[in-house]
């Protein structure tokens, strides 16, 4: 296999003198905010009266969009294309509906106007369709007439206003059945039914990504088309942004169903885990949530019987996520060393390719050594007990050339020695010699693991000096047979 030479446009950047002062200068404003997140993501929200508590639970969102501004910018930032709200605001604009459904999720539930809570589901869908007008103007410049009703100072308003709507229903369970009482079905079919508003971008990036994936034959600039649909769909906040309500309400859902055990519970909840599960464990949308699906599903977390339920209907990889990349990652880690056994019951295939897959993340973001730890030590034993190489040879087939070849090495050693690997020392034993293994040997593992396209990738990208080069041969062979 060729050497992988340090990428040009990299080299060309670190050249660059005002380099290293902008990319320590970022460093040192994260290494300073990060103690603040942190401590915010282990907020709970547990004591005081209830805005005490939305408040507790809402700070994690600011000090994550302070840190995303800080760092490089943050979309939630961003004013609203009619200016400043003004006041009173326009009717039907954003500010009004969401200052109409603050009013009546706090105020007139405390009331008792029943009335009003069976406005909220055309409210909701009103702050939907806005969002959607909006981005639509951004990401691809169309014109609508709503746009005059998007009179916002900052995205970030919209968020946190539906957040703490969310977080209302959530930690006061009476107006969330209330809610749904009042609405006649609306609400259940509109938090629960109705599909993710990604926009026409990311449906389309979704669609390349697949067929990327899918294909064996695809090619380096295959990727790159996928990408830059993808870069383009990242402008689209509208899920992000409604998923602070919607996040908040699917973990409520699930919660009240804890408590009650009614049957209309029973299938809100059963709604509510099978959304959640989806949303957390897909690659892409969890992209297009971002942390506040994280920051909603802290609940789940921290609570053994719910992380336990989560896990068995196929959500595990998402905490394993939530770690690799997420602001709640110190708290996932430390929720991840303590869990219950129990989480890795009921696995299946698929949930089991989220776990792996991220594992594989997390190896290729922080090195090898990370396998060492007793996170992944431990997923290896509860998996390899349960499922034996399975997991491992279904990880490995996802392994390229740019990416560990953990799984691949894993599931080779442990079937060519027959080694048991019983217990933790055993998984311990073999991680260390996959991190101790020398370069030339990985590289030999990594291109006996790849597919015939992805070796004429690795070829085409790197390039090989040598005369008489035995992969380059082997290549021209097969394509000279096909």
Known sequence: MPPVPFPRELAQAISDPNFKRDLQKVIEIGKNIWPEVDAAARKKGDKGHLYARIAERCHLALMGVKMAASTGGSGLTKPGPAGPPQNPPVMHGMMYCLGLVE????????????????????????????????????????????????????????????????????????????????????????????????GLFRQTAFVLERYVEADPESEDTDRMAAGDVEDAADDDLTAHVMSWLLGDVLVAFIMEDENTGSSDSRRWAGKAMTRLVEWSTSKTIRTTLGDALTDAMRPIYWTPSLLVRFSHAGGLGALFGDWTNSTCRNLCEDILNDMPEAVWDNQTPASLAVVTRELQTKVNSEGSVIAKTPIFINAFLNMYRRHSLAPFHAAARLENFDSPVIFYYLSHRIKQDSLPMLTLQDWLDLVTTYIDMPHSTERRYHWSNMTVSARWDCMELYGCSAEGCPEKRELRRLRERR
């Open 103 to 198: 009013k009546i999720v706090r105020t007139d539930f405390r009331a008792g106007d029943m009335a009003r809570l069976a406005k909220l589901p055309a409210l909701l869908k009103r702050i939907r369709h806005l969002l959607r007008v909006y981005y639509d103007f951004v990401v691809g410049g169309r014109q609508h007439s709503d746009l005059i009703f998007c009179d916002w100072d900052s995205m970030l308003l919209v968020a946190l206003m539906l957040h703490q709507a969310g977080l209302c229903f959530q930690l006061e369970p009476l107006r969330l059945r209330a809610a749904m009482a009042a609405s006649n079905g609306e609400l259940e079919k509109f938090f629960l039914d109705d599909e993710l508003d990604i």
